[in-house]
């Protein structure tokens, strides 16, 4: 099976741009009506749906549907929200880029995101991840003064791709 074209694409969907929302161009079936909203949204936050018998993505879909080709690797949230697909809110991205844009895990028991408990000093540590490589940088007597080293380091480091889960 050939890979979706943007000139396929514009003749099964719309997509609206300020919403992010997708929607049949036409109808596809009893269960696929034109003008009606497309996808339901997985587990982990993402808007997906099947054309054609593929399973796609809808912000890789978007991304096709305005630039005319498929994101080289990643098309990355920029507010981390997976269902926003807003053009304003997608950015083509690298693997690594996309992973520093990543919010805190979920197992994080210092909560916040690049700081952990040192054990042997019972006091904070801070470290960040660049190019594979995880880079320490010290430990502070409190999890919210690793946080702000952390921070600095970040926007430093990763700029755009920062994400230090701060209210923006």
């Known amino acids: 099976m050939s890979e979706l074209t943007q000139k396929e694409l514009f003749s099964i969907i719309k997509y609206d741009p300020e919403t ?37 993505r809808a912000h890789r879909i978007a991304f096709l549907y305005m630039t005319g080709r498929w994101p080289a690797e990643c ?17 083509e991205a ?43 940088l010290g430990i502070f007597p409190t999890a919210k003064e690793a946080f702000s080293a952390y921070c600095v380091a970040s926007r430093k480091m990763h700029g755009a791709f920062s994400n230090t889960g701060e209210s923006s």
């Open 75 to 91: 098309v990355d949230h920029i507010n981390g929200i997976r269902h926003d697909n807003r053009w304003e809110n997608l950015r």
């Open 20 to 56: 992010g929302i997708l929607t049949w161009a036409q109808d596809r079936g009893s269960n696929a009506r034109k003008g009606q909203k497309i996808g339901s949204q997985t587990e982990y936050g993402y808007v997906v749906f099947v054309i054609n018998g593929r399973r796609y």
């Open 94 to 136: 690298s693997k690594a880029e996309n992973c520093r844009n990543a919010s805190k895990r979920r197992d994080n028991s210092s909560g916040y995101k690049g700081v952990s408990h040192h054990k042997a000093t019972g006091k904070f540590q801070a470290q960040i991840r660049v190019n594979k490589k995880n880079t320490n």
